[in-house]
């Protein structure tokens, strides 16, 4: 039985509405089901008996029809109980969250601005014991940065890493209170990006103001509320706006401008954006109120209207303005600045001059019937629409989403009951704040309210305000994550933007001088040779009548390639897009293309068209890899894997497999095992702890592509290693995973004491989504083992993944022969892909078993990755030293092609070798010599 149950609604989410029932239990909605599609169940949580029912028995039901039910609202932007200009905010959290519920608002996020000569963190103890007993509803805090120093840096981290504070906001304006200089600015910005925190800012430019008012006030004498909004004109919001974004996009951090009032700031943003900044604009309800009031002969109405930046004077102009900036996106939320005065506070103290009134006005309590009456009444946006930019803009701006934000099994319940149609008249005679003045009085408003339910409470319902009691026990202060949303893009930006000096190497002189031949042959970072492709396209020539030497060359690739000219497989440039080709210059990872198409076109079977990748990298660290930290090495290898899984994407790629154990370093002989083994993972669903599991796993789903990663797995019932791939499907959801059948005991890959041989056989992964492909991996050392291939054959595989990690000195000779015989012999494409670079720990050299002196590096890892089609033909392989990703369009189709041309499978004879092998095993077997002599008679025991 479900504590409430809301049926026959319209459910609005910001990506989709639909008519349905909502169930709600525990102070979370348990079952969201859509009538609309025959009452079935979208999703409902584990262990509720029945819950795709469209019926659900509930202690309390709530008929919505005709209504809307969409997420409560999120506001991003209050000031409740603020100390601020010589009073306090009059709405404390009581009165402020009771407000907030009686509209239609269910979550908010305050400010904790410290006291000249307190503490950040001291601040915010304080503001939690203001709230913590005396709310209503869910809270969170963004912190405010009104000076800088050493304690101010500290305070942050503590603040994000244990309290769960990740935003804050820093002012341009209120010069000698709040403002910082552009230097601190810089400084906070960088402190928290380092801290993955959000920054907000107030944009006016404080010195202007300064001056303006000072000519304000003494020069023209004017002292009225009038000079408010006179000493700060559109352009002093504009310019600090640009200017904070400017700065913002030099760190490369993501900021957040906070109630941008003025058209001219509004399109500082829009242009912004179209350039690439990562802003977000927040308008405030208070924007859709009358800012000519300003000019009111009543000096208690006009004092009443001022707020910072000032409510626009042109009303009309400025709304519709407001109005296409949020239908465009150029505004991504929508809160209040809610900081309230009584009419006697603003009079006592700014009466006699205009500077001294406390700054703020009302609208928690009417913002969203403010806005979805100036939006969504009048026709400007849709109801989902107005979701996103009440609420669930803001939950994923601010990592609250989709706890907050959204109608979904899991998510908190916060559900307001939304009637569109019914109408109110707004009046500080009938609000609920504690203040006495509405800057939104006598204004009609279509969309209210009808029930408010927060925490599963219902609070909200026939004008009445409910459960106060009940809903101060259930509200809580969120903790927040770092990093998140926001952040998304800002790893890669910062690779994308590293400055490279200019190469004036003769190798790249001559190439920008149209030399064909000056192709780099020796890597300059680690003297290793580049690939033997470069030193045959440098100096293999045939006659001087084939002066480039490309009938040669045509002749080399058919004899080690197998590649001919205007054969089945060729150059794919086609496929790289521009971003993908800008990724690859900006990051310096090399990317190649090709095309493999079957021999023939047939008529019963359509092209089975697949694109694979394969990713080989040099095992990036930010410093000494036995200094860095497992977290900090794991992070900072993400950020450089996502370009080239960004540009795998944009060649349109469907199976991608990365190299092995790609997360960590190749440690696995260093005699640390200690620390080895604490880049092993979970590998389950539920392993939200285990890093890499959890970013592959987003990074297919955002990217809508199957991803193979191969990483050091923890078992989660025997506690052992395995060296695992996993396989993940285009949602992000694991399919299911190998264990490496063959571990490799000689020289410095002795590996058997890290992890245990695998347990799952030759499993073969049906992509049913890419025509039913079959994929496979063979894990590096099982390239050695022809039967291991053999069994990846039988069970149907048509592309077999091999991810490895070896060395010039060990098997390099072997590379381009064993992945390619496996493809011919068992008519399938191989994948060969091999990690790349030298990696050196320099605190603990090391012995094997194999004679050497002790060292500190395994030797080069050559990568030299390529793919081989069915028949045998192979594509170039790609570098011996850097960064690459191999793509290619393959037809599956090629498979049966090839087993019906060669005959592989008529005359494997299978039942000859299975008869040997199991007297082999038995311990029985006699091996079959045929001697020239008579052999000499063993002597008995």
Wanted: net charge negative; glycine share 6%.
């Amino acid at each position: 039985t479900a504590d409430i149950g809301i049926t026959n609604g319209t459910i609005v989410n910001s990506d989709r509405k639909f008519v349905g029932n909502v169930y709600i239990k525990d102070g979370q909605i348990v079952s969201v089901v859509d009538k609309s599609d025959d009452a079935i169940c979208l999703s409902s949580r584990k262990g509720i008996t029945n819950p795709c029912a469209s019926d659900w028995p509930a202690k309390r039901m709530i008929d919505a029809e005709h209504k809307m039910v969409m997420p409560g609202g999120l506001d991003p932007h209050t000031h409740l109980q603020l100390p601020f200009m010589g009073t306090c905010a009059i709405d404390d959290f009581e009165y402020g969250s009771r407000a907030a519920l009686c509209g239609g608002t269910t979550c908010h996020i305050d400010f904790v601005i410290p006291a000249k000569d307190q503490s950040l963190l001291d601040a915010y103890h304080t503001w939690r014991s203001w709230a913590d007993t005396h709310t209503h509803m869910d809270y969170a805090f963004h912190g405010g940065i009104t000076h800088w120093d050493e304690s101010v840096h500290k305070d942050m981290g503590i603040l994000v890493n244990e309290y769960g504070v990740t935003s804050f906001k820093l002012f341009l304006a209120y010069e000698g209170l709040f403002m910082l200089n552009d230097r601190d600015i810089i400084a906070v910005m960088k402190r928290a990006k380092e801290l993955g925190a959000m920054v907000l800012c107030h944009a006016e430019n404080g010195y202007l103001i300064t001056d303006a008012q000072q000519r304000i006030f003494e020069e023209f004498g004017i002292a009225g509320p009038e000079g408010h909004q006179l000493s700060r004109p559109p352009e002093f919001e504009a310019e600090a706006t640009h200017r904070a974004m400017v700065i913002a996009n030099y760190v490369n951090t993501p900021l957040y401008v906070v109630h941008v009032q003025s058209v001219d700031a509004a399109r500082m943003i829009q242009l912004a954006r179209q350039k690439g900044y990562n802003v977000f604009g927040e308008n405030v309800a208070a924007c859709f109120a009358d800012g000519s009031q300003l000019w009111n002969t009543e000096f208690d109405t006009a004092a009443g209207y001022v707020m910072s930046p000032p409510i626009a004077v042109d009303a009309r102009h400025n709304q519709q303005e407001m109005i296409n900036m949020i239908a465009s996106g150029t505004i991504s939320t929508i809160g209040t600045d809610n900081c309230t005065f009584t009419t006697e506070q603003k009079k006592r103290l700014g009466f006699d001059d205009f500077r001294k009134i406390p700054n703020g006005v009302n609208g928690i309590e009417d913002r969203m019937s403010v806005v979805y009456n100036a939006c969504v009444h009048n026709g400007h946006i849709s109801p989902q629409k107005f979701v996103e930019i009440t609420s669930t803009n803001a939950a994923k701006i601010f990592n609250l989403y989709p706890q907050k934000g959204r109608i979904d099994v899991g998510c908190d319940a916060d559900v307001v009951v939304w009637d569109a149609q019914r109408s109110r008249v707004i009046s500080a005679a009938t609000h609920h704040h504690r203040g006495d003045f509405n800057v939104f009085e006598g204004m009609e408003v279509y969309g209210c309210a009808d029930v408010t339910i927060s925490n599963g409470t219902v609070v909200w319902e026939n004008e009445c305000f409910l459960n106060a009691d009940i809903a101060k026990q259930n509200a809580k202060f969120l903790h927040r994550k770092p990093f998140g949303y926001a952040f998304e893009t800002v790893s890669v930006r910062d690779e994308q933007r590293k400055p490279k000096a200019v190469d004036r190497s003769a190798t790249a002189v001559a190439a920008e001088n149209g030399d064909k031949n000056a192709v780099e042959l020796m890597d300059d970072r680690d003297g290793q040779l580049v690939s033997v492709e470069n030193v045959l396209r440098k100096y293999v020539k045939s006659s001087d009548a084939d002066k480039d030497g490309d009938a040669c060359h045509d002749e080399l690739d058919r004899i080690i390639y197998g590649i001919r000219p205007r054969s089945f497989i060729e150059a794919h440039d086609g496929a790289i897009t521009a971003n993908a080709k800008q990724l690859s210059v900006a990051h310096d990872f090399e990317l190649q293309s090709v095309k493999i198409s079957g021999k023939y076109a047939e008529e019963t079977r359509e092209p089975r068209h697949l694109t694979i990748g394969a990713i080989q990298n040099v095992y990036h660290c930010d410093g000494d890899i036995q200094s860095q930290s497992v977290l900090q090495q794991k992070q900072y290898l993400h950020a450089c894997m996502q370009p080239m899984i960004e540009s795998a994407a944009e060649c349109g790629v469907n199976v991608l497999c990365l190299q092995e154990c790609w997360n960590m370093p190749f440690a696995f002989a260093t005699r640390e095992k200690h620390w080895t083994l604490e880049f092993a993972e979970y590998i389950d669903e539920d392993c939200a702890a285990s890093i890499s599991f959890s970013y592959i796993a987003e990074m297919a789903k955002q990217h809508r592509m199957c991803i193979i990663s191969p990483m050091l797995e923890r078992d989660t019932v025997r506690d052992t290693v395995h060296n695992t791939a996993v396989v993940f499907g285009d949602d992000g959801c694991m399919i299911g995973k190998h264990r490496k059948n063959h571990i490799p005991r000689i020289g410095d890959f002795n590996e058997s004491t890290y992890y245990m041989e695998g347990d799952t056989g030759h499993p073969v992964f049906n992509l049913s989504a890419y025509h039913n492909a079959k994929i496979a991996v063979n894990i590096c050392y099982g390239r050695h083992h022809p039967l291991n291939w053999m069994m990846f054959g039988l069970n149907g595989a048509e592309v077999v993944f091999n991810p490895s990690a070896t060395t010039a000195s060990l098997s390099e000779h072997l590379w381009n022969i064993e992945a390619r015989n496996a493809a011919i012999a068992n008519n399938y494409y191989t994948v060969a892909i091999n990690r790349v670079g030298t990696e050196v720990f320099s605190k603990t050299p090391f012995t094997s078993g194999d004679g050497q002196a002790a060292h500190n590096d395994f030797g080069h890892f050559y990568g030299s990755s390529y793919i081989t089609a069915p028949n045998g033909v192979r594509t170039y392989p790609l570098s011996r030293t850097k960064d690459g990703l191999l793509v290619a369009d393959i037809d599956l189709n090629l498979c049966r092609q090839v087993k019906d041309e060669w005959g592989f499978q008529m005359t494997a004879r299978y039942e000859l070798y299975a008869q040997k092998l199991k007297e082999y095993i038995s311990g029985d077997y006699q091996q079959q010599i045929v001697y020239d002599k008579e052999p000499p008679q063993k002597k008995e025991k």
